[in-house]
């Protein structure tokens, strides 16, 4: 029985920490970049969910202060990086993140490319269209770069069009910059935030290692090379070169010698699809326990809600109203508190009822 006690003990002490590093207890980050800027990269694939996540963790008062940091700022844009997924990232962290963390997805895209009917010659053929078309035109939304391959010859069938595109970020060319017309477009890099700067391998992966556990502490190297999308070498290399920075707990994980202590946990919360508390470490039994195959369904995170650090229940958005999807029984107290903070969401979204 006390193993079994002191088993929860350190389960709980490594979620309160983690809530904390993750800006979802404690002080809230300021805006947008600030709250990119300490996770280092957000999942993007999903535009509401990469919108929840930062009014999750910030005193962003509305989803168009994201817009504006992509679109006027230009302080944040979206790119393949990390595990070949979507991720929202500050501007000034793009050249280093992506240089350290795509050059082993070429080989997938490419087997990608085959499989939909583009030849190597074709593929090359496509990236240069993108890319003459973003240069002479400037940012476009994806259907109009569809329009400018197809006028060119280039297969866009399928999911042609998706590889292509994702074959022209791997190399640099493109990113997701602006909105337009509420749809997230295309722009190239150079023109949109200048021409590329040299990246120490080393020193980037010892960056990575840093800024992973400012936002992810406490974890392990595995941890690290999951969320990361690199080799467990090269995590251990990152976690070496700042080796004097670090502190490891009496459970084994890392954090920071700086890290600040757990704050108490929050109060129940609504966070979004794919939300970074359930994407930063290799499992997420501890948020998730017996739930996961509710909340996480063929690759896809459902929106949930947190309560004292777990996930209780998920909810989805229909008519303009949240409907939420208990595990089991909630307290009175509990249900009121995810109805008001399902009000703010709505604002925040600018979707409530007139």
Known sequence: MEDVARAAQLTSAVIAARLTSQLLAGEPGGDPLEVTRHLLAVQGQDPRGARLAIRARSRATTAKDLD????????????????????????????????????????ANARRLSQEGVSEAMAEKGVKVIEHALASEGPLKRGQLRERLDVAGVPTEGQALVHLLLLASLRGVVVRGPMIDSQHAYALVRDWLGEP??????????????????????????????????????????????????????????????????????????????????????????????????????????????????????????????????????????????????????????????
């Open 68 to 107: 504006w940091a992509l679109t006027e700022e230009r302080s944040l844009v979206i790119s393949t990086v990390n595990r070949g997924t979507l991720h929202l990232l500050a501007s000034e962290d793009y050249p280093w993140l992506h240089r350290l963390t795509t050059p082993q997805l070429f080989t």
């Open 197 to 354: 700067v040299p990246v120490d391998r080393g020193r980037a992966l010892g960056e990575l290692a840093r800024r992973y556990l400012i936002g992810h502490s406490p974890a392990e190297d595995r941890d690290l090379a999951r969320w990361a999308g690199v080799g467990l070498r090269d995590a251990r290399a990152g976690l070496a070169a700042i080796a004097s920075e670090l502190h490891q707990r009496p459970d084994g994980l890392l954090e920071l010698a700086s890290a600040s202590p757990p704050a108490p946990l929050p109060p129940p919360r609504l966070l979004g699809a794919f939300d970074p508390l359930l994407l930063g470490w290799c499992s997420r039994e501890d948020v998730l326990a017996g739930n996961q195959q509710i909340v996480t369904v063929n690759g896809l995170f459902r929106p949930f809600a947190l309560i004292a650090g777990r996930a209780v229940a998920t909810w989805s958005l229909a008519g303009g109203k949240i409907e939420l999807k208990p595990f089991k029984g909630l307290t009175r107290a509990d249900e009121r508190a995810l109805h008001e903070d399902g009000i703010e969401v709505l604002r925040y979204l600018d979707m409530q009822r007139s």
